[in-house]
């Protein structure tokens, strides 16, 4: 099913980022632009109405467990979201991409949260656990 909130995990993946400066962090971001009004995507409730917002250009095909990192390019492993959210999710995934070549190893959480009915996510919650601990929360809309 499309709308699973999946929880992907994989041991190879590194904990942590540059900016981390303790073994536990919590990193929240805004995927909004200060100022600028929030869009709402609670109308964006059926997989044909995302994809066409992907076609679109308002929404990018993200995966949630990274390509680089082994993950299937399969419905289930991709989420729809605003450019700004998936660069943002990038960021995260190959600075800890980076420390798991490096030869860190933890486990990785990637797990969307929604909204009512809509299929393209709220939030990005990733987590990472092992030698250090991080939780980073991406708010989409």
């Given at each position: 099913m499309y709308r699973v909130a999946a929880l992907l995990a994989f041991v190879t993946m590194a904990a942590g980022c540059a900016t981390q400066t303790s073994a536990t962090a919590d990193r929240t971001s805004e995927a909004s632009t200060p100022g600028q009004p929030r869009v709402d995507y609670a109308q964006a409730d059926t997989r044909d109405k995302v994809q066409a917002l992907h076609r679109s250009g308002k929404l990018q095909r993200v995966h949630l467990f990274p390509l680089a990192a082994g993950g299937q390019d399969a419905e289930?492993?991709?989420?729809?979201?605003?450019?700004?959210?998936?660069?943002?999710?990038?960021?995260?995934?190959?600075?800890?991409?980076?420390?798991?070549?490096?030869?860190?190893?933890?486990?990785?959480?990637?797990?969307?949260?929604?909204?009512?009915?809509?299929f393209v996510p709220s939030q990005l919650v990733i987590s990472v656990t092992g030698a250090q601990n991080a939780q980073y929360v991406v708010n989409i809309w």
């Open positions: 289930i492993n991709v989420i729809y979201i605003p450019e700004k959210s998936a660069a943002e999710k990038a960021t995260i995934d190959s600075q800890i991409l980076k420390l798991a070549a490096d030869g860190a190893a933890v486990r990785y959480n990637a797990r969307p949260v929604y909204k009512g009915n809509s």
